[in-house]
């Protein structure tokens, strides 16, 4: 005896946000982690070789125990920062933008989704650094009146195409 699956309507409904379904959401490109990878080794690495240094001049502990300490806490730090925290940030990452909302999701201890209306985007802002013109990635920031959603770690082409989308379709170019 074989049942019949009913049919299911995957087309989106009135009250459906852009990213309720999966195939409609956008990922981050994979080099995106080794970006964000490389940002917090460049910052981390100097920050926690500072504390290191505070630490064993503090005189915490002895002195076998002072560096064993300091030295778990700065491999914590790194591993947790430069190891963990891309790879689950780009699995968390993704967003949706269709004609009337851009939905996004993100987080990584705390997963945000934030959806705007096009309606209510009042300019963009594109960037990319030195770091960023290595990976061939761009940070793109929708601004509304309530504040910015990012989308980080754009392929550079792709961060060009979401902005002239989005300015289209929140008609950004009626305001010049």
Same mark, same amino acid.
């Given at each position: 005896?074989?049942? *019949?699956? #009913?049919?299911?309507?995957?087309? #989106?409904?009135?009250?459906?946000? #852009?990213?309720?379904?999966? @195939?409609?959401?956008?990922?981050? #490109?994979?080099?995106?982690?080794?970006?964000?990878?490389?940002? *917090?080794?460049?910052?981390?690495?100097?920050?926690?070789?500072?504390?290191?240094?505070?630490?064993? *001049?503090?005189?915490?502990?002895?002195?076998?125990?002072?560096?064993?300490?300091?030295?778990?806490? /700065?491999?914590?730090?790194?591993?947790?920062? *430069?190891?963990? /925290?891309?790879?689950?940030?780009?699995?968390?990452?993704?967003?949706?933008?269709?004609?009337?909302?851009?939905?996004?999701?993100?987080? %990584?201890?705390?997963?945000?989704?934030?959806?705007? =209306?096009?309606?209510?985007?009042?300019?963009?802002?594109?960037?990319?650094?030195?770091? @960023?013109?290595? %990976?061939?990635? @761009?940070?793109?920031?929708?601004?509304?009146?309530?504040?910015?959603?990012?989308? =980080?770690?754009?392929?550079? @082409?792709?961060?060009?195409?979401?902005? /002239?989308?989005?300015?289209?379709? /929140?008609?950004?170019?009626?305001?010049?």
């Amino acid at each position: 005896m074989t049942s *019949a699956r #009913p049919e299911v309507d995957e087309t #989106p409904g009135p009250e459906d946000l #852009p990213g309720d379904r999966p @195939a409609d959401r956008e990922r981050l #490109p994979t080099r995106t982690r080794g970006y964000w990878t490389a940002q *917090a080794l460049l910052v981390g690495v100097p920050v926690t070789g500072l504390f290191v240094l505070w630490a064993v *001049a503090s005189g915490w502990f002895t002195p076998g125990v002072r560096w064993t300490v300091a030295a778990l806490v /700065a491999v914590l730090l790194i591993g947790v920062r *430069a190891g963990i /925290a891309p790879r689950v940030r780009h699995r968390l990452f993704w967003y949706a933008i269709s004609e009337t909302e851009i939905d996004v999701q993100h987080g %990584f201890l705390v997963t945000s989704r934030t959806v705007v =209306p096009m309606s209510r985007v009042q300019y963009l802002r594109s960037e990319h650094g030195v770091l @960023a013109d290595r %990976f061939a990635l @761009a940070n793109l920031h929708v601004h509304t009146a309530a504040g910015s959603v990012p989308l =980080p770690g754009l392929d550079r @082409a792709v961060a060009d195409e979401v902005r /002239a989308r989005i300015s289209r379709w /929140a008609h950004l170019d009626d305001d010049v």
